[in-house]
């Protein structure tokens, strides 16, 4: 049984295989209407259960839509709905879900929650987020990346503002695919060792370099993200706009990468925070592609995991 739960808990040649049979199925359904089935229907009788704790409309639309596309069908849950790891333990929902369904996915805080629920589940789990990884994401960052551009291995990534969670799993993907990822944000913000970690140990380059105008110099690919959560207080708030105010990605900082570097953010955005509605919505912007990736990049991994 494959569960996805992290780009570096996944062997690198099946992630390679996830990215092409997206791009295939993907070039498959161009000019067919939304809604209107995959010739194959990998999922057919299957149901997937979608089980979100924290918000979402990308990874729940896509995700639904994914399903329905090959076929399947999907059941939708909030924590509210579940009480999950309240009135009943995580291990016993595991095992409950396990009897109903044949996959699930689940976005979710604390990652403790997410390796649970694949120790005692019977069937596929899949990691829609949590509060230190978000694979799904960057499967669809790299599909478009590649799609644009040619392979990922060997390029270089910068990845400004917070070390958050999508920015360590940048880090487990530049290992795994082989490129280089160079980190700008203040101290306070820097991603996880563990994470830089693994990526060194698998050849890649990894820097961190305060100065953005230096940290994008040579970049063919620029990435941020929101400056905040939808959780921190007013105060907190306002101490990270002033903490990462020199770390906004505009047009005068897109001038110092690649003159093709391409732009990303994984949505939703702050404009005119993390990122200037210029560079969002500007020629190297890629910022819908990667929303739209998310369908095809899940697709195939839901695929993996099922072995369909």
């Known amino acids: ?135 799904c994401q960057i499967m669809a960052d790299v599909l478009t990346f590649e799609e644009h551009r040619g392979p990922i291995a060997g390029k270089k990534v910068v990845w400004t503002g917070d070390g958050n969670n999508v920015c360590a799993s940048f880090l487990h993907a530049a290992g795994q695919f082989g490129f280089d990822l160079t980190f700008t944000g203040p101290a306070q913000l820097d991603p996880e060792e563990e994470f830089m970690g693994f990526a060194r140990q698998k050849g890649s380059k990894i820097v961190i370099e305060r100065d953005p105008h230096k940290a994008v110099e040579g970049a063919d690919l620029v990435v941020a993200d929101t400056w905040v959560s939808m959780h921190d207080s007013q105060s907190a708030k306002e101490r990270r706009h002033n903490m990462l105010r020199p770390y906004q990605v505009n047009a005068e900082l897109m001038s110092h990468a690649k003159p093709d570097a391409l732009f990303m953010h994984c949505l939703p955005a702050h404009r005119e925070e993390e990122a200037t509605s210029e560079v969002m919505d500007g020629p190297n912007s890629v910022i819908f592609d990667e929303a739209e990736n998310r369908l095809h990049a899940q697709k195939a991994v839901m695929r993996w995991c099922l072995g369909v």
Request: hydrophobic share 40%; net charge negative; proline share 4%.
């Open 1 to 135: 049984m494959n569960h996805f739960l992290d780009i570096h808990k996944t062997d690198s040649t099946d992630l390679r295989a996830m990215i092409d049979q997206a791009g295939v199925m993907k070039q498959a359904r161009l000019g067919r209407p939304k809604a209107a089935p995959d010739d194959e229907r990998p999922l057919k009788d299957r149901m997937v259960a979608l089980i979100f704790e924290k918000p979402s409309t990308r990874t729940r639309v896509s995700f639904d839509v994914g399903v329905r596309q090959m076929g399947g069908q999907t059941m939708v849950l909030s924590g509210k709905d579940m009480q999950l790891g309240h009135g009943e333990t995580i291990a016993d929902t595991a095992r409950v879900l396990s009897r109903y369904v044949d996959m699930i996915m689940i976005r979710t805080f604390d990652e403790t929650i997410l390796t649970e629920m694949a120790e005692y589940s019977d069937v596929p789990v899949i990691n829609g987020l949590t509060d230190r990884t978000h694979p």
